[in-house]
């Protein structure tokens, strides 16, 4: 699974990484533990393969 995926560039995205950290944030509120989410992409296909 994960060799079709790579992590999502977010470093110029603060607005999305504020919203990522509350969601985590109301998870760990409901579960009683920290958790924290990971931004993965398809990676796209490469043309020259």
Do not use: R
């Not at 977010?10 to 931004?39: C, M, P, S, Y």
């Not at 993965?40 to 393969?49: F, I, M, N, Q, R």
């Amino acid at each position: 699974m994960f060799q079709d995926y790579e992590f999502t560039d977010l470093g110029n995205k603060e607005a999305l990484v504020k919203e990522i950290q509350k969601l985590e944030e109301k998870i760990e509120e409901t579960l009683g533990e920290k958790v924290n989410l990971i931004a993965y992409s398809e990676k796209k296909l490469d043309s020259d393969s």
